[in-house]
Structure formats: structure tokens, C-alpha cells
């Protein structure tokens, strides 16, 4: 008698006898015992950025606006007083040379370094604000040796990348919460890296937008220290003319917002000559009309740049909010000084310059406000604005 075993097989019946099922089940067992143990692999472990990432749990581009727009040692004192509102100025992330460093991690030790320390101080300084830990001082150390490695390095100092971690320090710097000279010396120290690399070595969109994130800080400290900016030099000028990155008036660094840059990078170099003007035994009238008549032009130029813009009333994305009110307190904070430059000079029409100024200055302080009401990261960028309206410094 056959004892028949079934099987289906493309859906037809097969009948096998005992000596083909035997068979069929030593096969089986052979390849049983041979067969290497099934395994479901994990995710593969991350490497190079996204490591760092989950590791300090942060991502430092949050901080772009903190790069997209101009801080210094005025703009980042109101996250001093208030830690929180650093959530708000990264609560938007807007394009700036922090977009490369993604791709550009892994490459550099010292930006590695810098990145690291960073990310771990303002994960620290958000859940527990006030000064660094022990651990975040270790990391600080670490990215400051290693930046001072590079810088000695004859062959990497002028890299990009050693640029970028440079200044990406300089945001370790502004959480300074006990003195703001650290970020004073660091910003001194990256504007002198800047001009020693030359205006010839910003060539790719990472290399501009390096020069660019650090060109509001070094005219903004000329002023401090009422000395001419070395930005208003004309190869640096030809720089200003080509490191635009955007048509567009909504883009971080587009065609008329670096052009303004470029006019403002002349006046703290006007402040000391007028000085000098003022402080001479000897008036020389053709010096003193040669600087009238070139201060006037200047102030010319930012009063139609200034007309030029979008009203922030018809601005419809939030995201663009900062930038605007940053654009609008740079015109009119600058028309307003050379209103007052004009008035220095010329006091024929002191009165009606001086009376120009104080508009301006209205305008300045009204625009904060309302700006506030919007955007609670106007309170940062406007900040420096609103001092100079008031005609004071702090």
C-alpha cells in the first residue's frame, strides 16, 4: 500500500512516495543545521554630525539667526537678563554659514571642537542657565587649543574652515554671563583673521557667508572704538559687490541689504574724521566741504535704500520678521548719524539736520516697539538701534 503525501505546488497536486518524503526531510534537517541563525540588523550607527547631534541633544543649526543677523556686545545683552529668549531667536532658522556645517563637520578638528563646545553650552544654558559647567569649560578648552593649532599652522590658518570655527567660538563668547571682553578679544581676534585671509579668499558661498555673518560685528565694534573700518577699503568694497547670495529682498544676504553694509562700513571712518576736523586748531574749509558733501551722499543713499523696502506692515511670513526689522533699524539708524554728522559740520543747517536726526530717531524707537509686538526677537536686533536713537552707548 502507497502511503501518499501532498503538497501544492503552482497550485497543482503532487504525490510523492515514502522514499521521496525521507529524502525531502533529511534535505530539511541538513540545511537546518548548516543555516546561520536569522538576524534583523538595527539601524546602522550614526556618524560625524548626526552623532554629535543625538549625542549633545542639539542642533546647532538652531542658531543660524544668531549668525544671520548682526549680534554683538549690545544686541546679546537682553539674552543675558533673559536666558529664554534664545528659544526665540531659535525658535526660526534662517540661512547663514551655520547651513554648511553639516556637511562640513568631520572635516576640521578645531571646527569639530568648536561645534562640539558650543552645542553643549547652549543645551546647558537652556535647561540651566547661568555659567558653564565643568564639563562645557573642558570642551572649551579642547576647541580653543585646537583653534590656536590651526592658527599656528602655517598651511591651515587661512582655511575656511578654521575661519568658521572662529566664529562659530564667538557665540560661546556672547553667553559669557560674567563680562562681555572675552567676546570683545574674540571678535577682535576673528575680524583680524578675516582681513588677513584677504578679500581674494572669499570665493565659494560657504567663504562669503563667513565674510558676511562677521561684517556687521566688525563695523559695529569700529564704531566702539571710533576707528575706521578697514571694510570701507575699495577691495573690500569689490567684495561687498559679489558676496551677495540672494535677489530675492526676503533672502538672509541679498543684493540691497549687502550694499547697505557696504555704505555703513564707511561711516565709523566718517565719525573719526569729522572728530579730527572738530579737534583741529586750523579749519580747513575745503577738507570740511569735501566731508560734508561726502557724508550727504552717503546719507543720500541709505535714505532711498531705506525707501526702497518692503513695508513691514506687508510682510507675510513670520520667518522674514527679523530680518526686516534688523534692514529697517540699519537704515535708519545710520541716516540718523550722518544727520548728526552733517549737523557737526555745517552750522548753517545744524538746526534743521539736527531736527532730521530726531525724526529718525522717533521712527527708530516706534519701529522697535512695534516691532516687539510681533516679534519678541526684535528686542535683540533692535536693541543697538534703539541706543543710538536715544544718542547714548552703553
Not at 522514499?19 to 550607527?45: D, G, H, Y
Not at 554671563?177 to 576673528?190: E, K, S
Not at 557667508?209 to 568694497?237: D, K, M, R, V, Y
Request: hydrophobic content about 45%; some cysteine; charged content about 20%.
Amino acid at each position: 500500500m502507497v502511503d501518499n503525501h501532498i503538497a501544492l505546488a503552482s497550485g497543482k497536486a503532487v504525490v510523492r512516495t515514502n522514499e521521496s518524503a525521507i529524502l525531502v526531510m533529511a534535505f530539511a534537517q541538513a540545511i537546518k543545521a548548516t543555516r546561520v541563525p536569522l538576524c534583523i540588523p538595527t539601524s546602522p550607527p550614526s556618524t560625524g554630525y548626526e552623532a554629535m547631534r543625538i549625542h549633545y541633544d542639539f542642533d546647532v543649526l538652531d542658531l543660524s539667526s544668531l549668525t544671520a543677523l548682526p549680534f554683538g556686545r549690545v544686541s546679546s545683552q537682553p539674552l543675558l537678563e533673559e536666558p529664554s529668549r534664545l528659544l526665540d531667536v531659535m525658535r526660526l532658522r534662517q540661512w547663514s554659514y551655520f547651513s554648511y556645517i553639516p556637511w562640513r563637520y568631520g572635516n576640521t578638528i578645531c571646527l569639530d571642537d568648536a561645534v562640539c563646545c558650543v552645542a553643549a553650552r547652549v543645551r546647558q544654558w537652556i535647561t540651566h542657565p547661568g555659567k558653564p559647567t565643568a564639563r562645557v569649560l573642558l570642551l572649551y578648552s579642547k576647541a580653543l587649543k585646537s583653534l590656536q593649532a590651526a592658527l599656528d599652522n602655517t598651511s591651515q590658518r587661512f582655511e575656511a574652515d578654521v575661519l568658521c570655527a572662529t566664529e562659530v567660538l564667538s557665540i560661546f563668547e556672547m553667553l559669557d554671563v560674567n563680562q562681555i571682553d572675552p567676546w570683545v578679544t574674540h571678535a577682535a581676534g576673528a575680524a583680524t583673521l578675516i582681513q588677513l585671509r584677504g578679500p581674494q579668499r572669499y570665493n565659494t558661498n560657504f567663504e562669503k557667508a563667513l565674510f558676511l555673518g562677521q561684517a556687521g560685528p566688525i563695523i559695529t565694534e569700529a564704531f566702539f572704538n571710533l576707528s575706521p573700518c578697514f571694510l570701507e577699503e575699495p577691495s573690500w568694497q569689490d567684495l561687498f559687490a559679489r558676496a551677495a547670495l540672494g535677489k530675492s529682498v526676503f533672502s538672509t544676504y541679498s543684493d540691497s541689504f549687502v550694499r547697505a553694509w557696504a555704505c555703513v562700513s564707511r561711516v565709523p571712518g566718517l565719525f573719526r574724521s569729522v572728530r579730527e576736523v572738530l579737534r583741529s586748531p586750523h579749519e580747513d574749509s575745503a577738507e570740511v566741504n569735501a566731508l560734508l558733501k561726502e557724508i550727504v551722499t552717503l546719507t543720500r543713499q541709505l535714505t532711498v535704500m531705506c525707501s526702497n523696502q518692503v513695508l513691514i506692515s506687508e510682510i507675510l511670513s513670520e520667518r522674514h520678521y527679523g530680518l526686516m526689522h534688523d534692514r529697517a533699524g540699519l537704515y535708519l539708524t545710520n541716516m540718523a548719524r550722518g544727520e548728526r554728522l552733517i549737523a557737526a559740520l555745517d552750522y548753517n543747517t545744524a538746526l534743521a539736520a539736527e531736527a532730521r536726526a530726531q525724526k529718525i530717531s522717533t521712527e527708530i524707537i516706534d519701529l522697535a516697539a512695534a516691532a516687539s509686538a510681533v516679534d519678541s526677537r526684535a528686542t535683540l536686533y533692535l536693541r543697538f538701534k534703539v541706543l543710538v536713537a536715544n544718542n547714548r552707548h552703553e
